[in-house]
């Protein structure tokens, strides 16, 4: 007797896991393993969002259920934050709804705008819930490839019509999970005129859009004049403010999307903690130094690691933004046959391209969760290796 659904059942097995499973043999024979395969910030959150957390969480008025639609505090904190930053004006009464994590909301905006058999567009390589959240809803999806040489951008005009015919839904993400692509607006302005032109919705997944670096700063979607009409941008507190356990995000933009949206949640879940949304708006709202500051050490790491890879003779230019390095692999390997190899002799984890999609074959992932001195020895290792 298997008890798995039929829909459970089409989610293929874990790639983590084998990698996994050799890290802690790895660890368990004493190998000082060096983990640069997690997108999750080593750096604490700051002291005054946490200071926040601690004041709420002594008021009892705090411990009932939550507002479905996120307390308005925080709803009015993501608002002023779109206006401050984007020049983006948004009613936080019916544009803005808060979310146990982004990641919480975009599996969940899959159900509420696709019936089964209907189809999502889907960056290819993208953060893995797009296209699992879309099988686990008995949908499918289509995969558009994100190559280099298009600046890791879709190809529209390559989508077959009968595809377009299918789909509900589109994802984009940008900064890229994980190219570390950047775009800017012009990209924004021609993916709502497709939108429009089809009637597909676009979801645009901007989890990295305050980890940029230089001078570049990253555009929302809804920047494009008209956008509200079929876009909705999903944000984190996650890697902005290192808040990756507090689970906290938000969805705005199209009015509609969001009202379905918030009618699925609230017969699924009942919102998150208020404490935890009264510290995430002093997040949004407060002084933004300790972003930069988190952005020139990820800047720091980045410059280790692509002066370390041109020195194994892999060439990448230096990213925009997001804390990743998307790096091909040498010459004679795999993806997944260069992370093997990479972990069993050097003790070094990074995600095989693979893992994220069909083209991201011939890649490989660098995380910048480490500091400076770790990832230097890192990349000295692999450079041992190969
Ligand atoms: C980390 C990440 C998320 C999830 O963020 P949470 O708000 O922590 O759920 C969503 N999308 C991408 C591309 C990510 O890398």
Known sequence: MIYQS?????????????????????????VD????????????????????????????????YPNFIGCL???????????????????????????????????????????PGDMVL??????????????????????????????FEPDFSSIPPEVIERSKLMFLNYPGNPTSATVDI?????????????????AHDSAYNMVTYSDYTAPSILQVEGSKDVAVEFGSLSKTYNMTGWRIGYVVGNKEIIKALSVLKSNTDTGQFTPIQKAAAVALTSDQSCVKNHNRIY?????????????????????????????PVPEGFTSTGFVSHVLEKTGVIVTPGNAFGPSGEGYFRISLSVPNERLFEAIQRIKESI
């Open 33 to 64: 393993v060096i983990d640069l395969g997690i997108g999750d910030p080593d750096l604490p959150t700051p002291p005054h969002i946490v200071g926040k957390l601690v004041e709420e969480m002594q008021d009892p008025v705090n411990f009932k």
């Open 73 to 115: 505090e925080y709803r009015q904190a993501i608002a002023d934050f779109y206006l401050r930053h984007y020049g983006v004006d948004l009613d936080p009464e019916t544009e803005v709804l808060a979310l146990i994590g982004s990641k919480e909301g975009i599996a969940h905006l899959i159900p509420t705008l696709i019936d």
């Open 299 to 327: 800047e720091e790491r980045l410059a280790v690691v692509l002066e370390g890879l041109t020195s194994i003779g892999i060439q990448v230019e230096p990213p925009k933004g997001s804390f990743f390095v998307w790096a």
């Open 6 to 30: 039929d829909r459970l059942g089409q989610i293929p097995p874990y790639l983590f896991a084998e990698i996994n499973k050799k890290k802690a043999a790895l660890i368990e024979k004493g």
């Open 186 to 202: 012009d990209f924004f302005k021609n993916a709502v005129a497709f939108s429009k032109q089809h009637g597909i919705p676009i």
């Open 122 to 151: 889907i960056p290819d390589p993208s953060y893995p819930v797009y296209r699992m959240a879309t099988l686990l809803a008995n949908g499918q999806y289509f995969d558009m490839p994100l190559l280099k040489e298009n600046n």
